[in-house]
């Protein structure tokens, strides 16, 4: 075999290859991008979630937090998720609106929703739905960027815009259920209050009716200062009947003193069995009412606290709302940014060229190696 005819092989071995991973797959990128791919529009808005109360842990955060209000954390995230959840696309396909509008016609089989018919799931569609929907969060600034693509303009603006309302209705469902729940808590223990002050009052009224007493305390208080009265007369009686047996011992009086001391002595005698001394005296009474009333204290305590803590509630829901605030509204495209087709195109080239040149240096080292 001459020199010349194994140049024209190798040459023609070089060829095939080339067209094979180079002119090909380059061909093949300009029929689709230049002629099949369609259209894409994209449609993006930004919003962030603010609280008066949470820290700001970011420097935009700390911009919010000097006009009063924070970022919210636990409901971006919450948002974010259900703009990228089943829930969220089912909202949007409601009446078929987002399969009508992914599956047109006009729309190449390449980038089409179930281009061929052959499948309806709702699973495939939502496989579908997460490439044209992405939710950005941004930690640093705490912004959250909401992208949507579509093959219209005004599909693309429309879909982006009640995926904002519906995260906005996501973070308002769940800062009303986080404030019915700790209103809610806080209402339930002043109600338990409420009842454990009734029943406590209740008990203490009944067994002033049922005793007799208002207060054993300060009717003891006053027996005693009645017993401390017949004592002073008692004295006095009995000094009067000593003084009198002394001077008139005959005297008619000394029967009448001696009289009024037996009636001051059983008297004293009775008091005091009033005061101390039996099952209902003033002081078994006042040991029964002062562990009613210190119960009925401690229920009305309780009540004020928990009054106290229903206040603090309120107070705290209403410091623990948080909102979507829209920095950038959805916007309607005006030009296709997608597909970037010359920058596909040259990707397939150079790509395509790097593949050729490793393949080509691979063959000719395998040719080596074998001669």
Do not use: C
Not at 49 to 59: E, G, L, T
């Amino acid at each position: 075999m001459s020199f010349r005819d194994t140049l024209t092989r190798r040459a023609s071995r070089i060829d095939r290859l080339f067209l094979i991973v180079v002119v090909v797959p380059t061909l093949l990128s300009i029929l689709y991008f230049g002629l099949l791919a369609s259209d894409v529009y994209v449609s993006e808005s930004r919003f962030v979630v603010r609280s008066p109360d949470k820290p700001a842990a970011s420097s935009f955060g700390v911009l919010l937090k000097g006009v009063g209000v924070s970022t919210a954390g636990d409901e971006v995230f919450a948002a974010q998720q259900f703009v990228l959840s089943r829930d969220a696309l089912r909202a949007l396909d409601k009446d078929g609106s987002f399969r009508n509008a992914y599956s047109a016609g006009s729309i190449s089989v390449f980038d089409r929703l179930n281009p061929f018919g052959f499948s309806k799931s709702f699973e495939g569609m939502f496989s579908y739905y997460t490439g044209k929907v992405h939710a950005d969060h941004d930690a640093t600034s705490s912004i959250t960027t909401l992208s949507v693509r579509a093959f219209r303009p005004e599909d693309a603006a429309r879909f982006n815009r009640q995926l904002l309302d519906m995260a906005e209705a996501t973070v308002n469902r769940l800062n009303d259920r986080a404030r019915q729940d700790l209103i809610q808590t806080a209402f339930k223990e002043v109600e338990d209050a409420k009842e454990r002050a009734r029943v406590a009052a209740l008990g203490l009224s009944a067994f002033r009716n049922r005793e007799g007493v208002l207060d054993p305390e300060k009717q003891a208080t006053v027996q005693i200062q009645m017993i401390s009265k017949l004592q002073d007369e008692l004295i006095a009686a009995r000094t009067q009947l000593q003084q009198l047996r002394t001077i008139a011992p005959e005297n008619s009086q000394v029967e009448v003193l001696q009289a009024q001391i037996h009636g001051l002595e059983a008297a004293i005698k009775e008091q005091l069995g009033a005061v101390a001394g039996g099952s209902r005296s003033l002081s078994s009474t006042a040991a029964r009412y002062q562990r009613l009333a210190l119960e009925s204290q401690f229920a009305d305590k309780q009540l004020a606290a928990a009054m106290a803590s229903l206040q603090d509630a309120e107070n705290e829901a209403l410091r623990k709302h948080a909102y979507v605030e829209r920095i950038v509204q959805p916007n309607l495209p005006d030009y296709p940014i997608e597909p970037r087709r010359w920058r596909g195109i040259l990707s397939t080239l150079m790509f395509s060229f790097i593949a050729w040149a490793v393949l080509s240096m691979l063959f000719a080292g395998i040719k080596e190696h074998a001669q």
